[in-house]
């Protein structure tokens, strides 16, 4: 199985950035496809980002592509979310999501495994 926890959320300003990183555990993540998903308070949750477990594809969300990137480093077992230009909107928890599958997909059902998410607070 593959173990997943988050760190890098908190406060910033509009239009500044945040790095989140998600540490992972596991003989698997090399051939597990990671993703970033948000919720925010009275929604559902939400695509942001995905790699392919060889880090050649990404997939983004069209509202923050050109803002975001994913990332990997599969020799540290680590996935990390870089977040510039930051908007209110993108307010929310964070959770990182591995899949026993390598190739990346946008949908929630598809992921089996998921950390506890970290909070990114985003002030005008």
């Known amino acids: 199985q593959v173990q997943l926890v988050e760190s890098g959320g908190g406060l910033v300003q509009a239009g500044g950035s945040l790095r989140l990183s998600c540490a992972a555990s596991?003989?698997?993540?090399?051939?597990?496809?990671m993703a970033w998903f948000r919720q925010a308070p009275g929604k559902e949750r939400e695509f942001v980002a995905a790699?392919?477990?060889?880090?050649?594809?990404?997939t983004y969300q069209d509202s923050v592509k050109g803002r975001f990137t994913i990332s990997r480093d599969n020799a540290g077992n680590t996935v990390y979310l870089q977040m510039n230009s930051l908007k209110p909107e993108d307010t929310a928890i964070y959770l990182c999501?591995?899949?026993?599958?390598?190739?990346?997909?946008?949908?929630?059902?598809?992921?089996?495994?998921w950390g506890q998410g970290t909070q990114v607070t985003v002030s005008s």
């Open positions: 999501a591995a899949r026993t599958i390598p190739i990346q997909t946008a949908r929630v059902v598809d992921y089996n495994f």
């Open positions: 596991g003989r698997t993540f090399v051939s597990s496809a």
């Open positions: 790699i392919s477990a060889s880090g050649g594809y990404k």
